[in-house]
């Protein structure tokens, strides 16, 4: 696996260059998450365009959109039309509420789908999760989700200015995704105050690129409150 890290200083954009000047011959797959997972921004459609210009019929080039109903950019999936090699993953995970029954799509040329399948076992889903699927695509819930999505959208705004006046908190992210990326001045104080208030924020400090970061979930306008109060802001 050759990994092409994004960075700070570019805001966390895709420099497509980069990535093709990484690029080999026997690197049959490459992996762009847009919106990305923690950074929360989008890809510019121009830099994934590139890669997929430059690539395809080369490479597969997934884009995973787990997280594309809170972005302000639209989903690629009318470039299934041009490119042959494009495959783009979405979940019913995230915006539809159904984590547990663990069931997303795959959406590709014909010929992409038919390598998929080969390598797909029989029954990869169990007849209760496709039901469920069916459920949660039929039109009152998707009406129920985008509802969802409208209020999560809302929230995120609140959360982002709100977060910017906490003196743990040293930048808020732009975000395209249903959580917030923070760098910290006290990130130990943010988990520590978030945990006593029996919330859970994701520490990123992990990762060597995010020396300072954690990732703020948003929820329900309560838990989202109870969070403000516990990092301090007025
Ligand atoms: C970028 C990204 N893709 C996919 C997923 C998971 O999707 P699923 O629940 O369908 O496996 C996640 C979950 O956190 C994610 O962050």
């Not at 990484?22 to 490459?30: E, H, N, Q, S, T």
């Not at 014909?110 to 699927?133: F, G, N």
């Not at 040293?170 to 917030?180: G, Q, R, T, Y």
Request: aromatic share 6%; net charge positive; proline share 6%.
């Amino acid at each position: 696996v050759c990994e092409v890290p994004l960075r700070a200083q570019r805001g966390w954009s895709l420099d497509p260059e980069e990535l093709l000047s990484a690029w080999r011959p026997a690197m049959k797959l490459i992996y762009l998450c847009s919106p990305n997972n923690p950074t929360a921004n989008s890809f510019e459609p121009a830099a994934i365009e590139h890669i997929c210009k430059t690539l395809d019929g080369k490479a597969i080039v997934v884009i995973d959109e787990a997280y594309i109903e809170w972005s302000r950019g639209a989903s690629l999936t009318p470039w299934l039309q041009r490119f042959q090699t494009l495959a783009i993953l979405r979940t019913l995970s995230k915006a539809h509420a159904l984590a547990g029954a663990r069931i997303g799509a795959l959406l590709g040329s014909a010929d992409l789908i038919q390598l998929a399948k080969r390598v797909i076992p029989p029954y990869a889903l169990a007849q209760s999760t496709i039901e469920a699927a069916l459920r949660a695509l039929a039109p009152a819930e998707l009406t129920l989700s985008r509802q969802r999505v409208v209020s999560l959208l809302n929230e995120r705004e609140r959360v982002h200015r709100a977060l910017k006046g906490s003196a743990l908190v040293e930048k808020v992210w732009p975000s395209d995704a249903n959580f917030l990326l923070i760098d910290c001045h006290d990130a130990e104080r943010f988990m520590r105050d978030s945990v006593s208030a029996g919330l859970i924020v994701r520490d990123l400090r992990g990762y060597a690129a995010l020396p300072r970061s954690l990732r703020v979930s948003i929820g329900a306008a309560a838990h989202n409150d109870a969070l403000l109060r516990a990092v301090g802001v007025p």
